[in-house]
């Protein structure tokens, strides 16, 4: 059974940083596409970035290009999203998701993907 569990998120200042994780259990991370999304209350959720499996291909949604980075370990069979340079319009909840092989995706939008972690919180003050 997939599984994918966040951690990382926290209350931080403008400019600060944030590394955020997702331990992935039941799968092996670098055979499904994954990626970190996030939603405001009353807005649609957004993709903020992916990779696809093996790690051969990155998106990015273009309000994170430059300061957000998404790696994965496949040794602790877990993605992270180092996340830089942090502004308000960042605040938000974070979730982790994967797409099992063949599945088609979108990933400005999450459609396609199959699993999901229950998020983690990141707020960011001026």
């Known amino acids: 059974q997939v599984h994918l569990v966040e951690s990382g998120g926290d209350s931080v200042q403008v400019g600060g940083s944030l590394k955020l994780s997702c331990a992935a259990s039941g799968y092996a991370v670098d055979s499904y596409d994954m990626g970190w999304f996030r939603q405001v209350p009353g807005k649609e959720r957004e993709g903020v970035a992916a990779?696809?499996?093996?790690?051969?291909?990155?998106y990015y949604a273009d309000s994170v290009k430059g300061r957000f980075t998404i790696s994965q370990d496949n040794g602790e069979n877990t993605i992270y999203l180092q996340m830089n340079d942090l502004k308000p319009e960042d605040t938000a909840m974070y979730y982790c998701?994967?797409?099992?092989?063949?599945?088609?995706?979108?990933?400005?939008?999450?459609?396609?993907?199959?699993?999901w972690g229950q998020g983690t919180q990141v707020t960011v003050s001026s």
């Open positions: 990779i696809s499996s093996a790690g051969g291909i990155t």
């Open positions: 998701a994967a797409a099992s092989w063949g599945r088609t995706v979108v990933h400005a939008t999450g459609l396609g993907y199959n699993y």
